[in-house]
């Protein structure tokens, strides 16, 4: 499954050129200018499936610095300042890693 199945082209393009500059990414922006804050929980679940790069069950720091190339294969990394406090804001419980929970509460918040 791809995000386009959940997103549409246009949407996910637009997210994508809001931050195109270093250190101008917020993930409420992306989520809204994306679409994604007006999908069903179901539907966000899937999307934090296919963010999960490696199945784990959690998306960590590691997986977050490529959010965007999830989203466009072209698309920037995030700045060392953007993952971590992309993370601060995920990361209800401090575990240093983002679960389905805390990324649904942080998209439809």
């Known amino acids: 499954m791809s995000l386009s199945s959940i997103l549409s082209a246009d949407a996910i393009d637009s997210a994508i050129k809001d931050c195109q500059a ?3 990414f917020c993930p409420k922006k ?3 200018l994306c679409g994604l804050t007006k ?3 179901q539907e966000v679940k ?3 499936g ?3 790069n490696d199945a784990s069950g959690w998306i960590e720091e590691e997986e977050l610095k ?3 190339q999830r989203f466009t294969p072209g698309a920037r990394v ?3 300042k953007e993952t971590k406090e992309f993370m601060c804001a995920a990361d209800d419980d401090g575990d240093g890693q983002i679960g389905v ?3 649904q509460a942080m998209v439809l918040s």
């Open 22 to 24: 270093p250190d101008s």
């Open 30 to 32: 992306f989520f809204q």
């Open 39 to 41: 999908k069903s929980p």
């Open 46 to 48: 899937k999307v934090f």
């Open 50 to 52: 296919i963010l999960d």
């Open 66 to 68: 490529f959010f965007l």
């Open 78 to 80: 995030l700045t060392d």
């Open 101 to 103: 929970d805390e990324f």
